[in-house]
Structures are given as C-alpha cells and as structure tokens.
C-alpha cells in the first residue's frame, strides 16, 4: 500500500529533550516535506527537500533541523524543543513537486512541557 | 489578508444536502489541492487541479483560473463527510516547492 508512514504519533517530551519525528513513504517520490498545523494558523510549512540531499528552509524553519540521506527517509529533528514547539505535524510526499499530487502521513501530536 | 481564503469557516448541513466550500486567493499559481482532514486524523488529498473541473465518487472540483477561485462540491452529502477541508495552492514562481494553506473549512453533516 501507498503510504506516508510517521512515527510516534503522540510525544510528549520535556524543554531542551532533543527529538527526532521520522517519516518515511514508499512511493520512490522525489519530494517530501514537514509542516505544523497551529489552531488559528493552520498548516505551515517548516522544511522541504526536492531530491536526496538537497532540503531547504520552508516559512517557520527555526528550531527545526532536517536531513534527507536516502530517498524514502525525511526526519525532522528538533535539537533543544520549546513549548512554542508544542504542535500537530504532517510530513507529505509527492513524486515530483507539489504541483503533482500530494501525499499525507497521519501526523505526530508533539507536545513540550 | 492571508494569500489562500476559505469560506465558510464552518458549515453544518443535514444529510443529503448539496454542499459547497470555496476558496479564493490572491497570488497566480501552479496547482492547487483540496485536502480532507478527519478529526484526530490524518490528511487525505482530494484533489489536485491546474484546470477545469474533476469528480471523484460524489466529490466535485472546479478551478476557474482567471478568476483564481475554486470550488469544492460535494452531493448527497452523508455524516462520514464531516471533517475540516483544506484548500492550498502551489504559488508560480516556486517550482512547486511551496504550499500555501487556507485555515479550512469545518464541515458537520447532520443525520
């Protein structure tokens, strides 16, 4: 099956606690991206990366880090987490650019205390 | 005034009912996506259009371009439709790397 796949989908973690969000798809997609969803604000994108090895800073970057090594795999990485972290994240995959269909994982609810 | 306006905010419909959620924006595009969003869940695309008009089951899209609006239909509408709907545009100028989002639409549909 098609799928964008996250993991975890709920965290709770603690101020400074460096985590890492996975997200994977097994589509062979060129393109994968990171967004947060904020009530009020609605989804907002962090990182995204057109091919292996190339990622670039999205509309809310900061706090964020993102690699992408092989094809399949986009992690974001939050190296020291703040409360203003405290967000729904989606990762999407699509196989070229988002003006090709979109794919969606199901989001990870993270929240920093 | 955000690049991407849904209307409306929120639309409660009995069961059965014709449905329509619009959206504007400002800015030319590239393509432009209907998402849906179940509560406590994922998203899941609808549509993607640059053109015209698609359907899907009971789901109908439409884009006019010149006018930059598009609309999202939806008949014999049934209570497993109710989620937020999201519509989002891929802005020219940016290789379709770039999505802009509007806040949604919260839609109930009512047995």
């Known amino acids: 099956e098609a799928q964008v796949t996250q993991n975890p989908r709920y965290l709770i973690t603690v101020t400074g606690k460096k985590l890492t969000v996975t997200c994977s798809q097994n589509?062979?997609?060129?393109?994968m991206s990171w967004y947060r969803q904020d009530p009020g604000l609605g989804l907002r994108q962090i990182y995204y990366s057109m091919n292996v090895e190339v990622t670039d800073k999205g509309d809310v970057p900061e706090g964020y880090k993102v690699s992408r090594k092989e094809k399949r795999n986009f992690p974001l990485i939050l190296e020291s987490p703040s409360p203003n972290q405290t967000s729904l994240y989606f990762c999407?995959?699509?196989?070229?650019?988002?003006?090709?269909?979109?794919?969606f994982g199901q989001g990870t609810r993270l929240t920093v205390v | 005034k955000n690049e991407v306006e849904q209307s409306p905010q929120n639309l409660t419909a009995q069961e059965g009912e014709f449905i329509t959620i619009n959206c504007s924006y400002s800015v030319g595009i590239s393509a432009l996506h209907w998402l849906q969003q179940h509560p406590g869940g994922g998203i899941v695309s609808l549509f993607m259009?640059?053109?015209g008009k698609k359907k899907h089951g009971r789901l109908i899209a439409t884009i006019n371009i010149q006018e930059k609006h598009s609309s999202l239909h939806i008949t014999a509408s049934h209570p497993r439709d109710s989620a937020v709907y999201i519509c989002a545009v891929s802005p020219l100028g940016t290789s379709g790397s770039r999505l802009t989002f509007g806040e949604g639409t919260q839609l109930t549909v009512n047995p």
């Open positions: 589509m062979n997609h060129e393109y």
């Open positions: 999407a995959s699509s196989p070229r650019t988002m003006n090709t269909e979109a794919f």
């Open positions: 259009l640059s053109s």
